[in-house]
């Protein structure tokens, strides 16, 4: 049997957080992986894509082509000093940054001075074939859009390749369109989730039509849990999506807007899909548990059949088990005293009479529709 | 049986997307049919039907007639250049041309400029007594309405046959009444698809009362999938409706308002309908639970019948099978070990008490209520 | 038992709507009844009701008395011509007539020009005591009240009664006050058709404590049906009430919102009712199922009492029904096979004994509570 | 066992409304109490209170203090031409005064001209412990209270004693301010009902535990029924007090307002009291089931240990008591049939062979976890 | 097994309400603590912590240090007159300190001139392990926090701490930033009593899959009861945070917003963990009910297996045992009479066709899988 797409989930993190830590604390763990730092900068005709060793370096990179549109790509939040020295060059209030390294946030998107901060979970399978579930932090700018993310590996490599190979019109929109095809990228991943998510959930009903094991049950409710899991993202997913489409012209220009349009389309898709696995895990629980008293039934019913067959044939042949003497004690023959014993035709007659009663029970239990 | 009419819903296709793809591509499966292009024209006295074999001549002819009314009908998107020219001369958005050609969406309407772009399911009886679902796009333009289907063959003739006679409003009101039109002919043929559905829904609880075999509760479950399925294709469309209810004057004369309005009512009829399925099957769930277990108590009465007459039978009848000597060790007779086998009434006697033993578990169960 | 008084609901003539009508035709069907046409002319003083032969007759009439109120009172629709004559002269548009005559509306109002149109519908009793559901369709214009139903029968004769004679305030206040108590009437029957049906509750959960059968779950399963088309009935009923309530002075008078405000606690009062009942049918099912597992438990408790009391004695007695020869085949007697059988006092000690096992068992069982 | 405190609800009274009675038309029924009229008189530093025979008495004292302000307490509504004066003098409208007599409405308020019309439900224990709930309505006035109420007894008595006694901010505080004193007093009136349906509650589940008999799960659901019905009055009362709360300065003064607010919470707090009986009701449905399960489980468990003990065991003693002759009918000793009986240690073998088999299955059952 | 951390809710307070006290009435229970007096005085670089011992003493170094903040932190409500100094001295309204006083109250917020009253629970474990639930009743003024709680321990030392260490923000924000900071330090606590509810939650699901024992559903629906009543402290404690999101500048400065919107997301986070537990609970249910099912389901297997294979082979060993007589009354063998017994290897042959009997039958069982 294949095996359920798990999401795991920062649950663990969410309930370690330290007790009265003062807000904006950047409490980074020692086996974050230290950052690498990436530059896409790139324009109608310009494209260039590099790694930085050092943050300086890219800063004056970025500072030296106030013309071009970049993305400033941060993989890895283990160097707190690098994260407090972005914090004053790009603004960023202590909170977000803090949220940005506790990266087990809802979706949301926070606006201030017509900049967004959007966070993002990237649900993609490894591959090792298992999902993965990471925070992708998105800050952006007027030239620029700003990314942070935990692990050195992502889900934006598609993106990456458009951007290089000029297609679309990622190249001539502004920065703020780069943030939307980010945003499309990640949600693209979740169909993917959700197409293996529907096999599992196809195969767990031919098994319970096959042979419904005692574990089927407990693999539905796993099945159910999964797709609540993703549903608690996908809904604020949504919720994100609409309230940028309600943002005002100098947050998000007009003419974007139907771009994130056509993702809210998706993320209802998603949604819908959702509910439909819901729905069926829900089918699966009622078929399963109406499965069980089914075989209960059948087993009371092979029990009824053969006890009440054989009960009443075994009292018949205990009856002539009896001992009651013929002997009169006065001398003599007791003739009251189970005659039928002593007809010559006594037992075949009762034989016949036995095969009698069980051709009346199997015809009874025909009627009945018990045997079929 | 009957057998349940099934809406295929595109899940496969939703799931198959492309991660990564730029938006507004238009991604035309291989196996997508060539265009056919038609122009319906007509105004108060004048009506004309025309096939055209390519765009040139169809694009002529439209503008060729300004000061009439034109549906353009698109069926088959198998030619991408086509779709792109068409996406130039009407000034469709990328976007909602990648949603024509991905012809799984949601209903839903988008308006710009005063424009209205309308996505409908069109759930229709193949004459194969399967049911279909197409999507039907729809573009409103001042004089014209512009509509997209992927199959050759659609619902709308009986809207075709009205524009021809001249029946009703439709030649004397504008465009938009033409789109109002075409809506109202897809959403009448939800009607018989419930009826349908009604129809299998009392088989199903005829056959529950009958004879309530194992498959019935999965057969249940069915009808349930298949209505939650159209619930979620009503419900956008109700929403849809009602958006457009609440246009502007420019966008939506005031005058067509009560026509829609109609619509909605009609919308809001099928909701009802569809939650009235909805409450049938999940009665005919309990039902079916109930039937179980009611014959599950039949079986164990049956069985407790029997045993519980036949057990202390035997066991009688055990008693007098038992070797008890009568001879006395000691010579003589012992009086005390199972005098009554050398009664001479002792047989006799023994039937007798069983009779009255049987008699009185039967009035026993009688009482009970058992034996009806 | 009491029979369910049913809501018979126009599903069937919903589903057969044809489809692809041109929108406000009047598809009348064969069987409908040819109008009769009555006029009801008040004011404070003057009271006259009068039946006429002719529309042009009624029209006279009608048009002869500005200055009073008139009833104008349709009943029967069973002619085209003449209903088409009415949209001209009193400006009715065409949906508006169509909604008249498809007569399974939903309750609603629709407002255009402070002029209403309010669809009701009347829920009475028939002389054979059976639940009729018709529609009451109502014009509001500034001296009249127009209304069609198609049935020459109606629920509204205790408002006929009280125009006549004068009674309350509907003599002297504007014809909206007509209307209003046309509503109110209608409203009130809905009262004693609830009584019904918790009258028939009530019967149905005594039996449920006396002699719960199987066709009880399929009852009270229809109970609930019941309650749900009426529920499906009242809601739009408050909404309708509820908007006529948000109306402008224009259509709606201020003095006369406070009737309506009553008529809205009263659409409340008979939510209420309904949601009251919903949780009677649930908690019935509820008791129902209970009642028959206590019931699988009592068949168990007997089968297993006699089982476990029988079981072990006819061990017993099968035991010493065993051959086992005393007779040495070397010769003399066998001490260890079956010495029992040999004591004087062997049939007695046993039996004994076995009366002992009994009462045993019985008090385990009595300690059980199994006994009750 | 405690008695449920079960709300008296009028359903009787609503569904017994004469149908197409007039609005505004006062139905008092025949064993309506007479009015007493009783007229409470305050303000700083004075206090009078007084019972009047007649009408005419009062209203005199009434308008002989403009200056102080007025609590008219009116108890008993059995005098049709009494109430209508009333009307008159205090402006009230018919249908509100309707409401009056037919005293089974909904808590509500209603405001016209800055007065407030106040219907509360008074749920209160009598003498008899039993639960009342009658209805206090109240109207508003510059410098009165007026209120009414069917029964001589009533449960403001604590506010009474706390006008006499000058406590609190009652004689100096608007007219207003008596009406919320009144409201809060009769609110907290809730709390000793809830408490009482709590402890009910709690004894139910002791007897879960103690002894599930057959009456329980009816006890339960009864439990729920009042639990429901409390929670139909509570909720508008919330509602009442919300709509209180938002009321213009001129109807309620901002000064007022916090009371109200305060009040709020109490409903709010009574809100969340009858969601946990609620929730605590279904969990007891739940337990109950599980106890009727689990017994069920144990008297299958009784009867399978017996029967697979002594099943087999009664096949063996009945092997042995089959007759298979040892003589040879060609004369001689038959040595295959049933050498075993002729043993001289076969008896006590086989006894030995039985042990072995009964202490195997009561390991088995004891692996099983079957014999805790 | 671990003990379910038990959040004690004040019901018991609620429903002991003094029934028509007047509003604002300080009801100090007797075993209430004398309270303790401290004050934080802080600016920049000044910080000073003191307890006093009388309230004269704390005011008068209140009010000599108009420049700094203060954070006024009364302990304990022992002592009435001085609460009536304090409703003074800082206008706090009667019904206000009433809430302080009736430490039960649900989370809430309340502005009046700029100036919050906001009610928190701290949820946090005592010493002894056990969840202790207090009231923290919080009034801000220009430059001060005043806060009552009933115990003279609470969970915000890590506060108090902070602001010694001058870490953070807090020495430098204004005084609202304190309270932000106190109802962020209470949120904080709900994070531990989560983990543990969760780590129970996991403990339970281990054991229901070890020994599924009787008091495991009694157990489960206790969390639940738990996971409801935190649920109910949430939920309004969100709503707070969100009225507070939405003050005016006046009240809450818009500088702090986003710290407010932060703690707004961890109350998200909250919800989100215990509609997790909540589903999780629900889960468990249904697998404790399957368990059980499934556990007769075996136990009815042993049965039948048993029954059915012993049932006939007694029946036969039965009719062997039967004593028709071979000898022919008439003189000579009666050859029909159970010629069986008769010949030489008729014992043999029948325990042959015995063996056959069972490897029929549990090949039978092998094949239906009952035996696994």
Redesign the interface.
Known sequence: MRILPTVKQP?KK????K???????LSVSADALPPRLFLVSFDDEYYETREFATYDELLQAFMGAPEARHWIDVRGYGNVSLLECMMKDFHI?P?QM??VVNDY??P?V?E?HNRLFIVSRMIAFTPQHELDDDQLSLFTGPNYVLTFQSDYED?L???R??IKSG????RKKPSMYLAY?ML??VL??Y??A??QL?EYAEELEDCLFE?PS?QL??KI?DL??EV?KIR?IIWPERDKINEILRMEENSVPHELK??F??MY?HA??LI??I??YK??TS?L??????N??????E??????I???I??????I?????????R???KGGI?P???PE??Q?????T?LGFMALVVSGMVYYFYRK??LS
Chains 1, 2, 3, 4, 5 share one sequence.
Not at 14 to 17: H, Q, V
Not at 285 to 290: E, K
Request: proline share 5%; net charge negative.
């Open positions: 649950t969410i309930l370690d957080r007790v009265g830590q003062k807000p904006g604390h209030h909170l803090e949220d946030q809802r949301k926070e201030e889900c490599d598609p993106l390749e458009r297609k679309g019109a990622i095809a499309d990228v693209d991943h169909f993917p959700m197409a529907g042979s005692k049950l407990s409710l159910k849990r609540v608690r139907i771009y349009k056509d389309d209802i898709q819908d899909l509910d439909n729905e069926t089918s629980t009622d078929l399963y548990l109406s069980v008293s089914n075989r209960m039934n087993v009371m019913k092979v029990l009824t053969i006890s009440t054989f009960i009443p044939l075994s009292f042949v205990g009856l002539y088990g009896m001992n009651f003497s002997e009169n004690p007791n009251l005293n189970m014993l002593y010559p035709y006594g037992y075949v009762l529709g018990w």
